[in-house]
């Protein structure tokens, strides 16, 4: 009983210091959210804080589903997009 009670306080304390030290997500320009949320993936917040700010700014690209190769290449718009996001 003493050992699973000692688990419990632990991940209470160490999830209770992670929330003090964790950033402001709403403050911080898409790149620094990206680069916060990269090495910290299983960060539920950082990750509703990402998905909120791409609703948000709508750059998405509608295209129907790719069924080949040839099909994705054939989406010139998307490839430029995605080589714009590759080079910066």
Known sequence: LFYPLLLLCQLVMKNAVSRVNKPNFQTMSHKELCNWFLPHRNDQDAF???VDRLHKEGNWIEM???ESIQDLENHLRFMGRFQHHAKS
Request: glycine content about 0%; charged content about 15%.
């Open 48 to 50: 509703y804080a990402y």
């Open 64 to 66: 129907r589903p790719v």
